[in-house]
């Protein structure tokens, strides 16, 4: 079974007491499950999150590794997805999951704290959710990782929602798949009624439709047509408008006729609120000196202090520990020891060539020699795990492959080796080490 698969090939990637505690008992829900959405449960509440932060993009990763899809990964624990179709005023008969997204309820204003880095990102989003389709039309949000951008967009869709609006929340790659999906089914006419007919539609990460010219004539004209509704738009993305490459003029214009907002890192007060913030909703008891430590050295991605928040606190209750200064920082320096900045492909090549004997330039030729071939799929396989942001066709276009199944099948044989050959398991490990030895860092 593919989800069995998935947490087997998971076990050779995290330690066996981690594999035992924490992913063994996950249960794989099919019913909520679909092409782009896999769900997990797990048998114990409070670890939830903690896998959730820790493993879901490892899944995914894996996932996609299996099958040339990347789904989004959700860990449950026995609590029904809020789905965002089943709040919609007027139901569809969409039988395509593609669209069907879940939203997450902890995404609200109240939870969000606001600082001068995020100020005015926050009153748009509320305005557009209060007063849609009026000034801030369509609001586009943009800004780094980790800082509040899915958070809020969300927030205007919890907000919509309670108020009876038909809202879609949607990435522009969920996006793209549930067009692609129509136009193949032949139903595109169902796939323009779902669009054009909600009151707010809310697509994160839009830069994801960057070269995609079909998808984007379709979303031109699904623009046009809710803004002439005076339905709500609201997008998100890592850079401003005329930053994203591969987009039409057309769209880009229209992206800026509303408001655009951004979002900054957090300033170390904002930080200090979030945390304090964060441990409120989760019921975590952290001291003041605690909540220091993780503010001063943890780096700004809220995304990566809300993992340590969720770390410490996982190991001070499976550990039946207090969790003091000392505790903390004890923990925290594996955390931050652990935490690996800006590996490139490049440098994994390097490390790979030097250790393997073997040119930089072959890895990524066509070269069909075994030492060449290992390297390369080698290559693949720690490209894939230290550089999650690459997907499967940035790989293949690096390695030269010819496309993202090229780079499936040699994720699919590298595996089959890890599985069998234990050596070549260790060899790999030994190479992950140096790469990420070489661009550690540590905040202290
Ligand atoms: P982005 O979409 O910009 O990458 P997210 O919205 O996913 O970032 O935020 C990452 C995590 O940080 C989320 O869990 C979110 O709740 C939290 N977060 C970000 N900014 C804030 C904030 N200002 N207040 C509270 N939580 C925040
Ligand atoms: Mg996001």
């Given at each position: 079974m593919l989800s069995q698969q998935i947490l087997d090939l998971l076990k050779r990637e995290i330690s066996p007491s981690e594999y035992q505690r924490f992913i063994k008992p996950l249960i794989f829900d099919e019913k909520h499950s679909s092409s782009d959405t896999v769900v997990f449960l797990a048998p114990n509440k409070l670890l939830v999150k903690w896998i959730q932060t820790r493993y879901a993009e490892k899944i995914g990763h894996i996932y996609e590794s299996l099958t040339g899809t990347s789904p989004t990964v959700h860990i449950e624990y026995q609590n029904t997805p809020v789905d965002v179709n089943s709040y919609e005023k007027k139901p569809k008969?969409?039988?395509?999951?593609?669209?069907s997204t879940i939203l997450n309820?902890?995404?609200t204003f109240e939870n969000f704290v606001v600082g001068t880095s995020n100020q005015l990102a926050f009153a748009a989003a509320k305005s557009a959710a209060k007063a849609?389709?009026?000034?801030?039309?369509?609001l586009f949000i943009y800004g780094g990782s980790g800082l509040g951008k899915t958070h809020l967009i969300q927030a205007i869709g919890n907000y919509a929602i309670s108020q009876g609006e038909t809202v879609i929340y949607i990435t522009s790659e969920q996006f793209l798949n549930d067009f692609l999906y129509n136009l193949r089914n032949q139903t595109m006419d169902r796939f323009r009624q779902k669009y054009r007919q909600c009151d707010f539609l809310l697509i994160d990460?839009?830069?994801?439709?960057?070269?995609?010219e079909q998808t984007q004539e379709e979303f031109f004209h699904t623009f046009n047509e809710l803004y002439s509704l005076h339905k709500q738009i609201v997008l998100t993305s890592d850079k401003p408008p005329k930053k994203?490459?591969?987009?039409e003029e057309r769209l880009t214009s229209r992206f800026e006729w509303g408001l655009m907002a951004d979002v900054q890192p957090p300033g170390l007060e904002t930080k200090l609120s979030i945390i304090k913030k964060k441990c409120e909703l989760d019921n975590i008891d952290l001291d003041d000196e605690v909540i220091h430590y993780i503010a001063v050295h943890m780096k700004d991605n809220i995304r990566e202090i809300e993992s340590a928040i969720i770390y410490l606190n996982a190991h001070a209750n499976l550990l039946s520990r207090k969790i003091t200064i000392d505790f903390a920082t004890e923990v925290m320096k594996d955390l931050i020891k652990e935490r690996?900045?800006?590996?490139s492909l490049d440098d994994i090549i390097k490390v790979i060539a030097r250790e393997l004997n073997v040119k930089p330039s072959d890895i990524k030729s066509k070269k069909r020699s075994q030492p060449i071939v290992e390297a390369r799929r080698i290559g693949i396989y720690l490209a894939k795990s230290l550089t999650p942001e690459n997907k499967m066709k940035d790989l293949a276009e690096f390695f030269g492959l010819n496309d993202h199944t090229a780079v499936s099948h040699a994720m699919k044989k590298i595996n089959e080796l890890l599985k069998t050959d234990e050596n070549f398991r260790i060899k790999v490990e030994e190479l992950k080490g140096k790469i990420t030895s070489s661009k550690s860092v540590s905040c202290e």
């Amino acid at each position: 079974m593919l989800s069995q698969q998935i947490l087997d090939l998971l076990k050779r990637e995290i330690s066996p007491s981690e594999y035992q505690r924490f992913i063994k008992p996950l249960i794989f829900d099919e019913k909520h499950s679909s092409s782009d959405t896999v769900v997990f449960l797990a048998p114990n509440k409070l670890l939830v999150k903690w896998i959730q932060t820790r493993y879901a993009e490892k899944i995914g990763h894996i996932y996609e590794s299996l099958t040339g899809t990347s789904p989004t990964v959700h860990i449950e624990y026995q609590n029904t997805p809020v789905d965002v179709n089943s709040y919609e005023k007027k139901p569809k008969p969409s039988k395509n999951k593609a669209a069907s997204t879940i939203l997450n309820t902890a995404y609200t204003f109240e939870n969000f704290v606001v600082g001068t880095s995020n100020q005015l990102a926050f009153a748009a989003a509320k305005s557009a959710a209060k007063a849609p389709g009026q000034q801030y039309n369509p609001l586009f949000i943009y800004g780094g990782s980790g800082l509040g951008k899915t958070h809020l967009i969300q927030a205007i869709g919890n907000y919509a929602i309670s108020q009876g609006e038909t809202v879609i929340y949607i990435t522009s790659e969920q996006f793209l798949n549930d067009f692609l999906y129509n136009l193949r089914n032949q139903t595109m006419d169902r796939f323009r009624q779902k669009y054009r007919q909600c009151d707010f539609l809310l697509i994160d990460d839009i830069q994801f439709l960057s070269n995609k010219e079909q998808t984007q004539e379709e979303f031109f004209h699904t623009f046009n047509e809710l803004y002439s509704l005076h339905k709500q738009i609201v997008l998100t993305s890592d850079k401003p408008p005329k930053k994203i490459a591969g987009f039409e003029e057309r769209l880009t214009s229209r992206f800026e006729w509303g408001l655009m907002a951004d979002v900054q890192p957090p300033g170390l007060e904002t930080k200090l609120s979030i945390i304090k913030k964060k441990c409120e909703l989760d019921n975590i008891d952290l001291d003041d000196e605690v909540i220091h430590y993780i503010a001063v050295h943890m780096k700004d991605n809220i995304r990566e202090i809300e993992s340590a928040i969720i770390y410490l606190n996982a190991h001070a209750n499976l550990l039946s520990r207090k969790i003091t200064i000392d505790f903390a920082t004890e923990v925290m320096k594996d955390l931050i020891k652990e935490r690996v900045v800006n590996i490139s492909l490049d440098d994994i090549i390097k490390v790979i060539a030097r250790e393997l004997n073997v040119k930089p330039s072959d890895i990524k030729s066509k070269k069909r020699s075994q030492p060449i071939v290992e390297a390369r799929r080698i290559g693949i396989y720690l490209a894939k795990s230290l550089t999650p942001e690459n997907k499967m066709k940035d790989l293949a276009e690096f390695f030269g492959l010819n496309d993202h199944t090229a780079v499936s099948h040699a994720m699919k044989k590298i595996n089959e080796l890890l599985k069998t050959d234990e050596n070549f398991r260790i060899k790999v490990e030994e190479l992950k080490g140096k790469i990420t030895s070489s661009k550690s860092v540590s905040c202290e």
